[in-house]
């Protein structure tokens, strides 16, 4: 096949030589604001590439052990992790990005949040008004509404009934999901497709309007000649392996990449530190680190049972956490329970009456920067969580702690160096609050990533202006999470989502 027609996809078995594609747009990632920007360009009239390094999943090639499942959808395996702070981070290899195996959680950013970015970075246009109407068609399209009871299961309305103990406020999740089951499986892939995924709504809406989809290509250069992108380069790769073969070369009026935060900036890096007048490619790397209690209660709990992250508290926002309820795979975690042997057996068999419950922190102190490996197209991840952040993740455990006990747990695991594995009591669980917490005291994980080629309106001072245009470049975009000026205090997606609406209103009428 040396062409690709409008509508058509591309998948690994089919390239057999070469290919050269012309489009008006290459949008490079197929994730949550990529698939936005491409299937909203077919809508204007616009010729569209999209092209995606993962290959496709359907529910048949699932893996329900989150061990197999996170190596044959993460990148780097699943093991990707920063240094400085050692943090694992991960970030999907597959058709439709992350949203194939997150947790559908929508979340609009709070308007104080978007109010600082605003004031902060010189932005004109990006306040919570500003951006509700571009929420909204996101919400329209993917269906996002309030996570029913009946598939909430026990492990949220345990976290729902300390919260109204407690006097938290708390509430069921927004999702974009249709007909969810509550299988409790959106980690490694929603079996009954009810998680509106990328690869299930988005995308097929932009392959109806004539996109072309190219998967298992790996874009590793931006084409550029003097100050305007002319297309993208690179090669096919083989899924699981990543071992290349056929060069792919896309000419474009115009380029959006799409790629994610943490691979965006080594694009640019390795086109030449394209884009980067700035000196703030690749900087400012910011996560929403997470920690997590599992609290083991009395009777069954069946965790398997329910949405996998149903129920959330935003009660602490302005003080720096968000409070959720979580569940992963037990080969997952199994990874973060502490204790080997017959202490480890004990604890596994304790998580039909258990839930785990986290809390995601804003943490602006806290930077990173990104670099290009040598011969790789994965990054380099440095990152340290500052002094001054840990407090609050300290504050979010001791939260949760009272949650679960207000809730009727029997004895909480919460995962803290140097304090007892297990905690069976409120009194016992106060060392949380009373006792000093070091950074590497926590065991974190954080898979919101933004930042590193953040928005500004000084073009001294950030990668792009606030509608995504790259200050450098007339005719190139960025799309993802990295424009993000500093963290939301909230999931991402739908902000990521919204943005990329915005941006394909304005490029659909510069070309």
């Known amino acids: 096949m040396s062409s690709v027609e409008p509508g058509q996809v591309r998948v690994f078995a089919q390239y ?27 809508d204007a009239g616009k010729s569209v590439v999209l092209v995606e390094e993962g290959p496709p999943f359907v529910p048949s090639e699932y893996e329900f052990d989150g061990g197999l499942s996170m190596a044959r959808t993460m990148r780097e395996g699943g093991l990707r992790t920063t240094s400085g702070t050692i943090m694992p981070t991960m970030q999907a290899v597959a058709l439709g990005g992350g949203s194939l195996v997150n947790s559908a959680i929508c979340n609009r950013a709070p308007a104080f ?16 008004a500003d951006l509700d109407p571009h929420y909204e068609a996101v919400a329209k399209f993917l269906g996002i509404a309030v996570t029913p009871e009946n598939v909430l299961g026990r492990r949220n309305l345990l976290f729902r009934d300390g919260c109204d103990a407690l006097g938290y406020h708390s509430e069921p999740m927004l999702r974009n999901v249709r007909g969810c089951r509550g299988s409790g499986e959106c980690f490694t892939g929603c079996r009954s497709r009810a998680k509106q995924s990328m690869d299930i709504s988005y995308i097929p809406a932009a392959l109806r309007g004539g996109a072309r989809l190219l998967t298992s290509v790996r874009i590793e250069r931006v084409l550029s000649a003097g100050w305007r992108a002319t297309g993208v380069a690179g ?38 530190n394209l884009a980067n007048r700035s000196g703030q490619v690749g900087e ?15 009777d069954l709990v069946n965790p398997r049972f329910g ?56 943490c602006d102190r806290s930077l990173g920067r990104v670099r290009a490996r040598r011969r790789s197209m994965d990054p380099i991840l440095s990152w340290k969580l500052h002094s001054a952040d840990v407090p609050i993740l300290a504050q979010a455990l001791w ?3 009272q949650i679960f006990f207000a809730a009727g747990a029997r004895t909480i695991v919460p995962g803290v160096h140097g304090i007892a594995p297990e905690l069976h009591s409120l009194e016992e669980a106060e060392v949380l609050r009373d ?24 073009a001294r001072l950030g990668v792009v202006d606030e509608m995504g245009r790259c200050h450098d470049f007339e005719n190139l975009y960025i799309a993802d999470t990295g424009i993000f000026p500093q963290c939301p205090s909230v999931n991402p997606m739908w902000t990521g989502m919204a943005l990329a609406h915005r941006s394909a209103q304005q490029i659909a009428q510069q070309i």
């Not at 910011?286 to 209660?297: D, L, N, R």
């Not at 569940?327 to 258990?354: E, F, H, Q």
């Not at 917490?437 to 000084?458: E, S, Y």
């Open 16 to 42: 057999d030589a070469d290919l050269t594609l012309e489009a008006d747009v290459v949008v490079v990632g197929s994730g949550p604001t990529g698939a936005v920007v491409a299937k909203e360009l077919t």
């Open 113 to 128: 949040v978007l109010d600082r970015w605003c004031s902060d970075f010189e932005l004109e246009h990006t306040t919570r």
């Open 235 to 272: 090669r096919v790769v083989k899924p699981f392996t990543g071992r290349p073969s056929h060069q792919v070369r896309i000419h474009a009026k115009l380029v959006v990449l799409a790629a994610g935060c943490t691979a965006t900036p080594v694009l640019l890096q390795k086109s030449g």
């Open 284 to 298: 400012n790397l910011q996560f929403h680190p997470g920690v997590a209690i599992m609290g083991i209660f009395p």
């Open 307 to 362: 949405a996998t992250q149903g129920y959330q508290s935003c009660h602490f926002l302005r003080e720096g956490f968000k409070l959720e309820t979580l569940w992963a795979p037990p080969a997952i975690t199994a990874v973060r329970l502490p204790g080997s042997g017959m202490a480890l057996k004990n604890r596994l068999a304790d998580i039909p009456y258990s839930a785990i419950w986290d809390g995601i922190a804003t």
């Open 399 to 401: 939260v949760l702690a």
């Open 435 to 458: 006792r000093p917490i070091r950074a590497t005291d926590l065991v974190l994980a954080g898979n919101h990533v933004f930042c590193t080629t953040r928005m500004h309106g000084d």
